[in-house]
């Protein structure tokens, strides 16, 4: 699919982020990504699925580069749109966390998300709850560890 | 749980592939529902009316109302239906081949369909054909490489759920 990320694992080579996750969570089960409850769990899926299809996507490298010139308003009329949306999921489902108080798929993809709005300077005043699950998930070791500031292709000026 | 549950209700709009994912989930799952039609273009398109929007704050669909609850997110709304009415099955048991599965089913659902949706082709306006073309094409081109791994008769293997071939052979004749 010429695209990152590709996980070779268990003599196999996965892509598509919610595959590999969803792949991780059921061989290795502890600490669960994913809440007990049916409902929750859609939950869960419906915010990750809303980030990785309705917002990414549109903004990725491939598709900015064919809009050209247009990219940066292009980009922040998805990521506002996506984020109105989320914002008001988030009422009804948030916690500390996207879904109730235990970090789920959905805050995966919520903070890369975040990250990517902000390069795209989009005014994240609208939207106080993904502002503050966001703070709150960058508190923790998972995501400051894996943070594009600190990975080995990070280049010397965005090193932390 | 109410002593009589009310039948589900499936938002859906007869040309949209998010809710034919949905009408063919809950058809093999032997899942009987209702139907409210969403025309995503009259009237300058039914989703953005604020009944929907309350109903749906992504303004999309499929969206479904189902054991007191509403969602929304094709592949959302399946795994749901997986995991409440488990047979017949829509995924494998080993979990490698239900990473295949979800692979494919996520590429198509997050890296071809958002390029061509609606919202999108109107932005894109007159080079719209082209740009459909293009992105359909090049998730073809990568989805049939993959399926020389994983197909069977099917996608992934030969069952489109385990275990029930009467509903497999029906499904290969349509």
Known sequence: MKQVP????????????LAII????ETRPNPSLLPQDPKKRAQVRM????????????????????????KMEWA?????????ALEQILQHTAG??????????ADLCLVPQVANAERFKVDMG??????????????????????????????AELRA
């Open 6 to 17: 590709a996980l070779k694992i268990d003599g196999i080579t996965l892509s598509q982020s």
């Open 22 to 25: 969803h792949y991780l969570e």
């Open 47 to 70: 915010i990750a699925d809303h980030i990785v299809s309705g917002i990414q996507p549109l903004q990725n490298l491939g598709v900015l580069k064919q809009i050209g010139e247009r």
């Open 76 to 84: 922040q009329n998805y990521i506002s749109s996506g984020f109105q």
């Open 96 to 105: 500390r966390y996207c879904v109730g108080d235990e970090v789920s798929m």
């Open 126 to 155: 609208p939207y106080p709850t993904i502002t503050r699950i966001n703070k709150a998930l960058l508190e923790l070791e998972a995501f400051k560890v894996s943070h594009p500031c600190r990975q080995p292709d990070t280049p």
